[in-house]
Nanobody, 109 residues
């Protein structure tokens, strides 16, 4: 299993970013995948999840600002992040069944 994240960057508060996680090595037709983040001095926290039946979950801190989605043809999930706040600054990781990507940094100033 390989998970490759992209799309991080530095933005000003109120800005937007879209993270991507492209997966390989497992059947993308049946999955539960998620985005986690770890900010400076913070524990790793679950941000959002999506299942192959398109069931989604959002942490209260990102509800109504972040949207998770999938493209099964591209074996990719996305995290659209709008209304970014400085407290969203973190390394964002994609995860599946105990496998993790290397992460993509999001910095909001």
């Amino acid at each position: 299993v390989q998970l490759v994240e992209s799309g991080g960057g530095s933005v000003q508060a109120g800005g937007s970013l879209r993270l991507s996680c492209t997966a390989s090595g497992f059947d993308f037709d049946v999955f539960d995948m998620g985005w986690y983040r770890q900010g400076p001095g913070n524990e790793c926290e679950l941000v959002s999840t999506i299942s192959s039946d398109r069931t989604t979950y959002y942490a209260d801190s990102v509800k109504d600002r972040f949207t998770i989605s999938q493209n099964t043809e591209k074996n990719t999930i996305y995290l659209q992040m709008n209304g970014l706040k400085p407290e969203d600054t973190a390394m964002y990781y994609c995860a599946y069944d105990g496998y993790w990507g290397h992460g993509t940094q999001v910095t909001v100033s």
